[in-house]
Structure formats: C-alpha cells, structure tokens
C-alpha cells in the first residue's frame, strides 16, 4: 500500500496537551476534536490540513497523558499518517487500536520541510522524500491487519464473527 500526502511538521515532545486540549475533551460530539486538533502548537492548523495530509514529528510523539482522543482528533481531521522519529508507548498502542497509521522513521524530521509531498511505502518499508530515500521497519502482520480492519474493535468483530 501507498500513502502520499503533504507535510506538515513538529518537533520532538508533542505531547497530547497541545495535540487535543483538555478543555475539549469533555464533548462526544465527533466534529469539534478535529477542529482543535493540534491547537496548542498551531491554532490556525485545523484550517489547513486536507484529508490525506501526514504529520512528520521528531522523538517522543504522543507523549504526556494516555488520552485517546489525541489520536482520534489526528485521524477524525483526515491526516493519512503520522511519520515520527519515535513514538510515546501508548500513544503509540492508541493510534494502532484506533486504526491511526503511525510510522517509526529515524531520520525523517531531517529529510522534510513543511509542505513536501512524500510517499510512504507500507510493503516496501520505504518514505520517498524529495532529499532521498528512508526505511523504516514495516508494522508486524498483525498490526497491519488491525489498521486495515479500521481499529482494534472492528478487527475483533471480523474475528470472532458473532457481531
């Protein structure tokens, strides 16, 4: 599978304070996380990013507390991906079970300005940048098909079949 998209890019330690602020955690309606999505490091963002559009971080992405509507306002905003050097551990689970492609990069933060358009090759391993190509391990068999099954539940419904 290809993922290409535009860049958008932040830097090491974005925790899930800035990713979703608290104050709008309180609301289930599924429209106002993406409309705050990122607010704490770019207030305008959520008026820039388009549907496929990938998200290239430094070290320690998802950082901070276990929430998981931080991964669910990237994902409910329409970002295709997140390409970081690393990833906070449960965020990092979070993304996965939410059906949010979260891919480990070294190199990546280096390779990319803001506003590149890169292609991610899931089979291959592969992020094609405009200043050359990077690998990165490709996601265990079955992570793969919890993201194509669209999360964690859903993978679970496919496999037990009673649903």
């Not at 669910?72 to 997140?82: F, R, Y």
């Amino acid at each position: 599978m290809i993922i290409k998209g535009r860049v958008w890019k932040f830097g090491n330690d974005v925790n899930t304070d800035v990713i979703i602020p608290a104050k709008y955690l309180r609301s289930v309606d599924k429209s106002v996380w993406p409309k705050h999505v990122m607010e704490g490091l770019d207030p305008t963002f959520s008026s820039k990013v388009k549907p496929g559009d990938i998200i290239v971080a430094g070290k320690n992405f998802g950082c901070g507390s276990s929430r998981e509507q931080a991964v669910l306002a990237i994902k409910w905003a329409g970002i295709a991906a997140v390409v970081a050097e690393s990833f906070a551990r449960i965020f990092f689970r979070n993304g996965i079970n939410n059906g949010l492609l979260l891919i480990e990069c070294k190199g990546i933060y280096n390779s990319v300005d803001e506003g590149d358009i890169i292609e991610i090759d899931l089979d291959k391993g592969i992020v094609k940048t405009k200043k050359g190509d990077l690998s990165f391990k490709p996601l265990p068999p079955i992570l793969q098909e919890i993201l194509n099954s669209g999360g964690l539940v859903e993978y679970y419904k496919k496999k037990v079949k009673r649903y």
